[in-house]
Structures are given as C-alpha cells and as structure tokens.
C-alpha cells in the first residue's frame, strides 16, 4: 500500500514514522509546500521521496491530509476531484462540521473517511515528529454511514497500525466537543500567556518564578497560530459557547474572591476537583 500523506510537520510526520515498519506499507509519499521542511522530511526518512500534489496523489493508495484545517478545506474537493474508486482519502484535522459540509454531493464523497486524532503537542514541523504520538491516544471518526465500506476498512487499519483507539461521532457532537476539551484549553493558554507576558513587561520576573503547574498549563501557547487560528474561526460559534462557560467560571472565582467568601471558593474548587471522574 502507497500511503501519502500531504503536510510532514508534526501530525503527518509522526503518522509517517507509525506506519514505516509496517509489512502493508511499501512505500511513504509526501507533500510539502515548505521546501525546508520538505529537507528534512527526507533527511529524517519520513517519507521515501517528496512530490508535486497531482503526483502524489496519482501514486497513492491512500492520501492522508494533515495540514491546518482552512488548507484541508481548499484541498479536498480538488482531491477527490481526481482519485479514483479505489483509493481512500483520510483527513486528521480538528475540525469537522464544515468540510464534511464542503462535499457532501461529491460524487466521490464515499471514497472520504473524517477523522480527527486526538493527540499532539505545541511544536510543530518534521523535527517535532515522533514515533508513539498517538499510542493509545484515541481517534474520533465522524459521518462514517456516507464513506464506502472499503475505505472505512483501509482508514481503520492505518489507526490500528498507529496505535489509536476509535470512537465515532456525528460532526456537530464533535465540534462541540472539541471546542471544549481542545479549542478551549489553548485559548485558556494563550490568555494566560499574554498575561503574564504583561506582568514580565512591569518589571516582574514571572517565568523565572514558575513552577511546573505554570508550565504545563501555558505549554499550548507555544503551539503554531498558522494550525490554530483556522481551527477557531473554523469552529468560532461552539468556542464562543465554551469561552462563555468558562467566562461565567471565572466570573465567580472573582466574585467570592472579591467578597472573601472562603466558603464559596471551597466550594468551587472541591466541585472542579470531580473531573478526576471523567478521566
């Protein structure tokens, strides 16, 4: 099987290095408009050789979109414009709602399987690539009943062979979903990094005082505007819904804070500690 996999940063990179020893693979085909970045893919033997779009695509069994989601919505009308009934065209972006929307009437809509992996990290590029990023991690699958048979199979087991477990969802249950347990988290990060960005700029050596909560809760400021800003304009109404929520959290932590109110505050973080339930 001829995997190729359009856009080698960190999720297309790392899928490559997955499916690398894989016997059902015989050979890695890339597509990266960076042409440093398309070096590197190659010096780092992630894919076996880099091509122009069209030619990719005609080589290919399977094409893998793992580009920004604005880029994933240019593209795969075009892709699917010129596969064939074999092949199986597979997207890892992290919204849903709006591509599936883009060609439900393509006449090659079945050969399409929507899915969005649900891993990562804040670096980005062929070097960020690792083998193992979505070990155990899970993959959400959307809209599967309008995708041929076939090309549910091939997708299912190229995630078998990353190490993904799967769940399935409608692409509105997912955008809502994603809004809050992904979306949300890294605006949460980006706010709290310009905050105290301004606090740096008084004067105050912030940072350099931080421990490890600070680190691991800004990490995701770091992570690419190029991949997240088409991810919030993508799925602006569910975010603002979410950012509301957290707004109106955040809006009593000041309020019992103003007030002094201990007993509010208990309350609040004893109930916020009841996510350990749901992980």
Not at 56 to 69: K, N, T, W
Not at 140 to 153: F, G, M, Q, T, Y
Request: with cysteine; aromatic share 6%; glycine share 6%.
């Amino acid at each position: 099987m001829t995997v190729t996999i359009i856009g080698l940063g960190l999720i297309g990179g790392s899928f490559a290095r997955d499916l690398r020893d894989s016997p059902s693979i015989t050979e890695l085909v890339g597509v990266e408009i960076n042409l440093e970045h398309a070096r590197q893919a190659l010096e780092l033997k992630l894919v076996d050789r880099v091509l122009p779009l069209e030619q990719a695509i005609q080589a290919a069994d399977v094409v893998v979109l793992a580009v920004p989601v604005n880029t994933i919505d240019r593209l795969l009308p075009q892709i699917l414009d010129q596969i064939t009934s074999t092949q199986t065209v597979i997207d890892l972006g992290s919204t849903k709602q709006q591509m599936i929307e883009n060609v439900k009437n393509h006449p090659n809509r079945g050969r399409y399987v929507a899915a969005h992996p649900m891993a990562g990290t804040e670096n980005s590029g062929p070097a960020a690539s690792f083998k193992g990023l979505f070990k155990n991690k899970t993959v959400l699958l959307c809209d599967l009943n309008h995708s041929a048979p076939d090309a549910c199979k091939t997708a299912l087991e190229l995630f078998h062979i990353a190490g993904l477990k799967f769940e399935f969802m409608d692409p509105l249950q997912h955008d809502r979903h994603a809004a809050y347990v992904s979306h949300l988290s890294h605006i949460v990060a980006y706010a709290l990094s310009l905050a105290v960005q301004n606090e740096e700029k008084a004067g105050y050596a912030v940072p350099r005082l931080a421990g490890g909560g600070f680190a691991s809760t800004v990490r995701l400021a770091m992570s690419s505007s190029d991949s997240w800003v088409p991810i919030f304009t993508q799925n602006r109404e569910n975010i603002l819904t979410a950012v509301c929520a957290l707004s109106e959290k955040l809006t009593e932590f000041k309020l019992a804070l103003e007030t002094n109110n201990e007993a509010k505050l208990r309350e609040l973080i004893d109930h916020a500690n009841k996510i350990r339930e749901l992980l």
